[in-house]
């Protein structure tokens, strides 16, 4: 069974600057795909970043990237240049492709904080 | 197209009622998944169709949760008999192969 851990609940940065969020996993997939997705305070849940596990080059989205060590099972998310709507629940999610079963496996997510 | 769609948004119950939720996913999605989400917590896995199959449910339904997904386009989750535990976020979410998921805004239910 896969696992996902993040192990920051909670984290702030100031507004403009760069926070790093850390995302380890666990999986005996050789092919599976890894994301982080953003969840406001009442609002609904939004894809921000998507690796496939077999690309070694690690996924770009505007300020949103990733440091994808794969050896490590290591996936951690950078935001550049943060802005006070980056404010959320963020969670890191794992979704295996193969062996029939299709269905993300979440971490319990960090809380992010930009403060102005 | 308008993105994945849920109904009710807010459902309040008493308990031993039993009650229906829909979600009318991305039209050209043949995956379509249903989660559960508590306060603080990550989603959890209830079940996954492809197309009107459903493939996989977790053990963590019990046999009061029943889905379906008729004709391979809406999907209903029925609750019966409902338990104070019931009390959650219930995710609709759909997708393509490899794209995880594309989620609704959600279904809070609550069980008084």
């Known amino acids: 069974a896969q696992t996902v851990t993040q192990s920051q609940p909670e984290m702030s940065v100031q507004e403009a600057e760069t926070v790093t969020l850390s995302c380890t996993y666990d999986?005996?997939?050789?092919?599976?795909?890894l994301f982080w997705y953003k969840q406001p305070p009442s609002r609904q849940m939004i894809l921000v970043i998507r690796?496939?596990?077999?690309?070694?080059q690690n996924a770009t989205e505007n300020r949103f990237s990733v440091n994808f060590q794969k050896a490590a099972k290591s996936f951690s998310l950078k935001i550049s240049d943060s802005q006070l709507g980056d404010t959320a629940m963020y969670f890191c999610?794992?979704?295996?492709?193969?062996?029939?079963?299709?269905?993300?496996?979440f971490g319990k997510g960090t809380k992010l904080t930009v403060n102005p | 197209d308008t993105g994945v769609s849920q109904d009710p948004r807010h459902k309040i119950t008493k308990r031993g009622q039993n009650v229906t939720f829909r979600c009318d996913p991305i039209?050209?999605?043949?995956?379509l998944y249903w989660y559960r989400q508590t306060l603080g917590q990550g989603p959890e896995f209830l079940t996954y169709?492809?197309?009107?199959?459903?493939?996989?449910k977790s053990r963590l339904l019990s046999d009061r949760f029943s889905a379906e997904r008729p004709k391979g386009s809406f999907s209903t989750l029925e609750i019966q008999r409902t338990e104070q535990g019931d009390s959650a976020m219930y995710l609709c979410?759909?997708?393509?192969f490899g794209q995880g998921g594309f989620f609704g805004q959600g279904t809070r239910l609550t069980v008084v």
């Open positions: 979410a759909s997708s393509l």
């Open positions: 999986t005996s997939e050789s092919n599976y795909y």
């Open positions: 690796q496939e596990a077999y690309k070694q």
């Open positions: 999610a794992s979704l295996p492709t193969q062996g029939g079963s299709e269905k993300l496996v």
């Open positions: 039209s050209e999605h043949n995956r």
């Open positions: 169709f492809q197309n009107e199959a459903q493939l996989e």
